[in-house]
């Protein structure tokens, strides 16, 4: 059974660039979580979907992040435009419910911001 | 979410039990303790929960204290590989958020 897969996994852009990662999850998977990782630090959640609806975005900064997650399936983050202190990993997991915590992370993207 | 404290770092030799606390001393009764441990450069990795009862699968054992205020990860034969950071995780089963800590750290020894 395939992971979940994230794409790219690395990523340099200057600053005030647009960027968009992606996240495909565990088939069957209806939750899906993207969290930012700092370096040396655990990750942070930034939003959670529940198949296509966004339940809890409180910590996405609305201002410069956006996601979304069309179908229920995939789903893409971006960042409009990256400021220097967005350089971090971005993790994708998925779950197969909000109840089920067993969580299944990917690779991670990591973006550099220069 | 229940808070957890970890120690930041640890040392095992290798074919040695490590031995990882936890402590969750503000933990509810409707809370699972859940372990998940990432290796360099990848996402981390699902290792084993429980809720009040020990538990053990095929990469390690969970000890849970009576009054549940902590927990212990057990890696019974370290190898080089379990080399990674270590994090525990206390949350109920009807949320769908996990706040990770800092983890700890284990430095697998020759």
């Known amino acids: 059974e395939a992971g979940v897969v994230q794409s790219p996994r690395y990523k340099i852009i200057e600053k005030k660039q647009p960027v968009a990662f992606w996240c495909n999850p565990i088939?069957?998977?209806?939750?899906l979580y993207w969290y930012l990782q700092n370096l040396g630090q655990g990750p942070e959640l930034l939003i959670r979907y529940e198949n296509e609806e966004a339940v809890d975005d409180s910590q996405l900064p609305k201002d410069r992040f956006s996601a979304e997650r069309l179908k229920g399936v995939d789903s893409t983050l971006k960042i409009q435009p990256a400021e220097l202190g967005d350089s971090a990993v971005y993790l994708c997991a998925s779950s197969l419910g909000t109840s089920q915590e067993t969580q299944y992370f990917g690779p991670g993207t990591r973006l550099l911001v220069l | 979410d229940a808070k957890t404290t970890q120690p930041t770092s640890m040392d095992c030799a290798e074919g040695r039990a490590a031995n990882l606390p936890c402590n969750h001393s503000t933990i509810s009764g409707n809370e699972y303790v859940y372990w998940y441990r990432q290796i360099h450069s990848q996402g981390p990795q699902y290792i084993i929960h429980?809720?009040?009862n020990n538990e053990t699968n095929e990469m390690a054992s969970l000890i849970i204290t009576e009054d549940r205020k902590s927990s212990t990860l057990i890696l019974p034969h370290a190898t080089l590989r379990d080399t990674a950071v270590y994090y525990c995780i206390v949350r109920p089963t009807n949320a769908g958020k996990s706040t990770f800590g800092d983890g700890t750290t284990l430095t697998v020894k020759p």
């Open positions: 429980g809720l009040k």
């Open positions: 088939s069957g998977h209806n939750t």
